[in-house]
């Protein structure tokens, strides 16, 4: 259950003489360019293989376009901090591919597109939340997203006197994506025991009392611990659509802390500086509930505080994170906004 916010990446494009793709990052100061007809996997590197995905894709099935185009891009998302800047990234080249190829497809499809392009160009064997959040977010909503089947729904998302915190360990995720695919295989393991004992083609189809009758079938505690967060945490989410629909802001925080520990003790994603925030965040005046967010082992956490305590949280959180990591986080408030669009 993603929230699109108001931050982001933005493309500027315009058609050149030249018969090529040339990138520039405002905020890596760096370019990239790309010949028509050069192989798309000589762009598998740094910041630009992100945008270069999406084009391999349109590419594949349209061919290069008539004239070559620069894409200027730039962003107020803070990187490689676990918010999902490169999904933002290749929804906002999806966009800009299917002006420029004409495509005119369906935003849903750009999303399944910036999807493929992480998987088989970037290389990463992730989901499709991220891409689903930055291409249909609807500002005031969460979105309920069942990925098997791409059916979602809106859930309205009001904080009233609180406001979402995002907390930035300012420590770069570096082990987010070998972990993401390590985990996805313990995960794929478990299903395929679990498969053996139970007519389900997913983890989440099992409740978690079903899975704890059936747990002993997997004899690797860790496979065990995997399949167990995923369950339990697919249940959290159900849950706290209900606590929003009903407007329990404190249940809802309760969910978010059961999720953290559930993802340091049962999924193994979040490391020292993310479980540092979790602690001291739930301890602070204010704060009714806190979660890391991403991948993990760096990266960003939320918090639920309350509007009157949001200063005095960050001085007090800061603090005592600097005291423990020597790092400096970041906090900012977020507020939920629109999925990808043209200006």
Known sequence: MPLAFQLGTYIVTAPSANKCFRFYSENFKSHYEHPYGLETSKGKADWFKYPMGVVDRFVRHSGWPDCGWDLYFFGDLPLSAGLSSSASIEMVTAVAMDFIFQSTY????????????????????????????????????????????????????????????????????????????????????????????????????????????????????????????????????????????RGDLAELGKLLGQSHESLRDDYEVTGLELDTLYEEAVQADGCIGARMTGAGFGGCAIAIVHKDSVKGFALQVGAAYKNRTGLEAGFFSCESGNGTFRI
């Open 106 to 245: 369906p935003m849903i499809e750009l999303v399944k597109i910036a999807k493929e392009a992480e998987n088989e160009f970037v290389g990463l064997q992730c989901g499709i939340l991220d891409m689903f959040a930055s291409g249909m977010g609807r500002k005031g909503h969460c979105l309920l997203i069942d990925c098997n089947s791409m059916e979602f729904s809106t859930i309205p998302f009001k904080t009233g006197d609180y406001r979402l915190i995002i907390m930035n360990t300012n420590k770069r995720r570096g082990l987010a994506d070998s972990k993401y695919n390590e985990r996805l295989g313990e995960c794929m393991t478990a299903l395929s025991i679990l498969k053996a004992h139970a007519n389900i083609e997913a983890l989440c189809d099992l409740n978690s009392a079903e899975f704890e009758k059936l747990a002993s079938v997997l004899i690797d505690p860790i496979i065990r611990k995997r399949a167990k967060h995923c369950v339990y945490e697919n249940e959290r989410v159900l849950d706290a659509v209900k606590a929003l629909e």
